[in-house]
């Protein structure tokens, strides 16, 4: 585990990207080593409580999402392919995804329709990703 937490802070060190916060659960695996690594980060390390599964029930309602939604309709070979699969679905997620508790907008809208009486929506664009497995509709201005 300390070779992965080392190889994931070289990897976003790479890309220029900073980790705030780390939360993992109570297992073992995850020493006084491993929060160390990230420490020297000065990225806070929050540990879950002990026998409580629904403390980390963002992330596990994320993974079931990408799972059921993407991930288990297609085969992925590479980890590159992976990569690439996972950033597509990301950005559908946030920018176009409905979610039920935001009323069914997306967290950050990526684009916004014209108010009434500033134009007519006459068609509705279409684009398909990852093969169809995500469909994206936009509103076109005539």
Not at 16 to 40: M, P, S, T, Y
Request: charged residues 30%; contains cysteine; glycine residues 4%.
């Amino acid at each position: 585990m300390l070779k992965q937490a080392r190889n994931l802070r070289m990897n976003l060190d790479e890309r220029d990207q900073r980790l705030r916060f780390l939360i993992h659960d109570r297992d073992a695996k995850f020493g006084h080593a491993f929060d160390a690594i990230f420490h020297g980060e000065r990225v806070t390390v929050i540990r879950t409580p002990v026998r409580a599964p629904n403390a980390n029930a963002h992330i596990e309602r994320w993974v079931g999402s990408v799972r059921r939604e993407c991930l288990d309709r297609l085969l992925i070979f590479t980890r590159r392919q992976l990569e690439h699969v996972l950033r597509i679905y990301v950005r559908y997620y946030n920018e176009q995804r409905p979610h039920r508790a935001l009323d069914l907008e997306a967290p950050e809208p990526r684009n916004s329709v014209p108010a009434s009486g500033t134009g007519s929506l006459t068609q509705i664009r279409r684009r398909d990703r990852l093969g169809g497995v995500i469909h994206e509709y936009e509103a076109v201005a005539a």
